[in-house]
């Protein structure tokens, strides 16, 4: 499974090479990651970026790339739990998120398609999500209104329309903010994973397996903050959700999702010249489903019967992070220490809160007046948060009970049949055995991260952590953290 988006061609990127110092070091090259440290290397800052993997690799490369300030019934759920006032700081921080991404795309020669976004509602209770939608989109300001949308090639009641928002290609722009990067003294360092953070007197240390950066500030910009420190882990839920690129029978002419459950989005893009529908959806918390090729398949049975799409040239799957009290977290890692900061919990909607929250993240370090009542990584809204932190962290406890004892009555682990995996006990110990390709790979089933045990994924053939997230590969080495740490050979 890889995205169309990652098939773009890609400047190679030197490892960490031994140890550095700088004013800004970045954890994480996606697009957070990213616009923060061009914004601070713009500043004046010197800046050295540490992509565990390569730049885009992750979330940013596998996302349907839209970037709307209309984001499917996202400003009602946020009213639900907070005063209007936090929903118009929250619209202000993506509005300048979104112009930022735009006059950097004008600027960068990157491609931004102007296109309407709409969420549209196929039910009685959907039309009463969208219209309430429709409610708080207006009070904070949002030239937002009603439509029929008749072009969908199936029954809808109506949606919320919003004009004016713009679809890009996450690659391209990935790869213009690292030119943009190098071209203002900054340095992008690849195959870098940063695998602990320290204070000392000369600042803060990021250390990977090559090198260690010493910088005044550092940045977590992963996609769940890769450091325990603060507990993100049980302030979130990371989301797994489908996509996949069709040849077209029939294209939008707007960016579209759906009020209900499953989530269903649909936007055009291009492939090899060629127009392409691209659909995206039906999301679930990472590693607790049956089954994560049948979500696939129930997207693409989808887009066949509904859209009329043909052949799939493309499926992949994208992880982002659900925050507890619905808003993302920006700021510090711990409250009143500003040398280690964080941008975490954009629940699917990363462009415009990534670079609004690259902006808050730069003034923070350059010593601007900048604020944001919603985006804050310690705020008195936490409260708001704590009934659905406790049901997200009774479920983690439930998966981590349930992991070990399935382990452990499972027995000897059975040789598996080719794109299989399976869990159970070897010598007294949970071990993930899986083939691949014709080879069989036995590792730890034990999360590093807390001690999860880990899950087959069937449709991408990784081990997935239904804790928090965390994920690897068949041979055990990180795909996404919070682990930061492989799988052992069991």
């Known amino acids: 499974m890889t995205s169309l988006w990652l098939e773009h061609p890609q400047a190679a990127r030197a490892v960490l090479p031994d140890d550095a110092t700088c004013d800004i070091v970045v954890v994480g090259a996606g697009v957070t990651g990213l616009v923060t440290a061009v914004q601070a290397a713009r500043a004046g800052l010197s800046v050295i970026v540490l992509e565990a993997r390569t730049a885009g690799a992750a979330t940013t490369g596998n996302t349907t790339a839209k970037v709307s300030l209309l984001q ?8 639900r739990a907070h005063p209007l006032s936090i929903v118009r700081s929250y619209v202000d921080a993506n509005r300048r998120g979104q112009e930022w991404l735009w006059d950097f795309c004008e600027a960068s020669g990157v491609v931004a398609e102007t296109q309407a976004a709409i969420t549209y509602a196929t039910s009685a209770a959907g039309e009463a999500r969208v219209r309430a939608e429709l409610d708080v989109a207006r009070e904070v300001g949002l030239d937002a209104g009603w439509t029929d949308a008749a072009e969908l090639p199936f029954p809808v009641i109506g949606g919320v329309r919003l004009e004016d928002q713009f679809q890009i290609h996450p690659i391209e722009l990935v790869e213009a903010l690292a030119a943009d990067l190098q071209a203002n003294g900054g340095v992008l360092h690849e195959h870098s994973r940063v695998q602990d953070v320290s204070r000392s007197d000369a600042g803060v240390e990021a250390r990977t397996g090559t090198g260690t950066v010493t910088a005044r500030h550092l940045v977590v ?5 890769v450091l325990d420190r603060g507990g993100f882990f049980a302030r979130q839920t990371p989301q797994r959700s489908y996509a996949a690129a069709l040849r077209p029978r029939w294209l939008p002419d707007a ?16 492939w090899q010249g060629d127009a392409v529908l691209l659909v995206g959806g039906y999301g679930h918390v990472t590693g607790r489903v049956d089954s994560e090729a049948g979500h ?14 043909g052949e799939v040239t493309h499926t992949w799957s994208a992880q982002d992070q659900s925050p507890v009290d619905e808003l993302p977290y920006v700021g510090p890692l711990l409250p009143g220490d500003d040398r280690v900061l964080v941008a975490t919990g954009f629940d699917k909607w990363g462009f415009t809160n990534a670079a609004g929250a690259a902006e808050l993240l730069t003034a923070r370090m350059t010593g601007r007046e900048l604020d944001s009542e919603a985006m804050r990584s310690w705020s008195p809204w936490e409260a708001t948060g704590i009934p659905r932190a406790l049901v997200a962290n009774g479920a983690v406890g439930y998966r981590m009970a349930q992991g070990w004892l399935r382990a452990y009555v499972g027995g000897q682990p059975p040789q598996p049949a080719e794109g299989t995996g399976t869990v159970a006990q070897r010598a007294g110990k949970p071990a993930a055995v899986c083939t691949v390709d014709g080879v069989t790979h036995e590792v730890s089933a034990v999360c590093p991260h807390m001690h999860g045990i880990v899950c087959w994924n069937d449709a991408e053939q990784s081990w997935d952590c239904p804790l928090h997230g965390s994920r690897f590969a068949p041979d055990g080495h990180v ?4 682990a930061t740490r492989p799988l052992p050979p069991h």
């Open 296 to 309: 696939l398949a129930d997207l693409l049975d989808w887009a066949h019967s509904d859209l009329g799409a």
């Open 72 to 79: 499917g019934t996202k400003l009602r759920r946020i009213r």
């Open 479 to 482: 795909l996404e953290g919070p």
């Open 255 to 270: 960016m579209y999702l759906s009020a209900e459950a499953p989530s269903r989005s649909i936007r055009r893009a291009e």
């Open 221 to 225: 910009a992963t996609s769940m903050p």
